[in-house]
């Protein structure tokens, strides 16, 4: 199955800034997403983050706010901007693994608190 | 997006039991259905999925039953061990061409000794 990699796993960050998270995978896949998971809460996707070309958002979450990059097949970036309280989550990232199937396997975690 | 619900929220059962966790999903173009484990401060852990083209499917201890035509699938766990105690979610992809996933409020399995 494919390896996820994020960065950082925990942090604690101050109101008003912006913190990037980082999703490294061990081999070329064909989809990323990242996912929010609020505390004691389900798995909510923010967006579908597209190689080459803008981020598909859901509903609820805009670019300003979370831009993604994705400059290729084995790596993205989430930022959260101009954070406040209510952005203290988990972000995951989420990949399909062809080579399993089309199997979806999710990272660790990025765990943020905003103080 | 389209809803998956998931039952019970809380399970606790005897060590040596078996656990019983059921979803319902309502988009009919559903075809993937994924469940996972999350242990407290780890990320999501896939421990089984099942395709819309079998009923059926077991890896040892852990079973998924599907039923397209009610849309609903369950997670069996038999002979239950203190560490699957855990919180479980399930899933459904959305139908279309994508990969995203819609998910369950998730089950919180406690096996006692």
């Known amino acids: 199955s494919a390896v996820i990699s994020q960065k950082p796993s925990r942090d604690i960050c101050q109101r008003g800034t912006s913190l990037t998270i980082q999703c490294q995978v061990d081999?070329?896949?064909?989809?990323m997403f990242w996912y929010r998971q609020q505390p004691g809460q389900s798995l909510t996707l923010i967006a579908t983050?597209?190689?080459?070309?803008?981020?598909?958002?859901e509903s609820g979450f805009v670019i300003d706010k979370f831009p993604i990059s994705r400059p290729n097949l084995t790596f993205s970036t989430l930022t959260v901007s101009n954070m406040s309280p209510e952005d203290s989550s988990i972000y995951l990232c989420s990949v399909i693994d062809s080579t399993s199937g089309n199997t979806i396997y999710f990272g660790e975690g990025s765990w943020l608190t905003v103080v | 997006g389209e809803n998956v619900e998931q039952h019970p929220s809380t399970l606790s059962v005897q060590e040596g039991d078996s656990a019983v966790i059921k979803c319902t999903y309502s988009?009919?173009?559903?075809?993937?259905f994924p469940w996972y484990k999350q242990e407290l401060g780890k990320g999501p852990q896939l421990i089984i999925d099942i395709r819309s083209n079998v009923g059926e499917k077991k890896d040892q201890r852990i079973a998924v039953t599907l039923n397209k035509t009610a849309k609903h699938f369950s997670l069996h766990i038999t002979e239950t061990q203190p560490e699957d105690s855990a919180v479980y979610f399930c899933?459904?992809?959305?139908?279309?061409?994508?990969?995203?996933?819609?998910f369950g409020k998730g089950t919180s399995l406690l096996v006692t000794p």
């Open positions: 081999s070329q896949v064909t989809m």
């Open positions: 983050a597209n190689q080459g070309s803008e981020a598909t958002y």
């Open positions: 899933a459904a992809k959305r139908g279309g061409s994508g990969y995203a996933l819609n």
């Open positions: 988009d009919s173009a559903s075809n993937y």
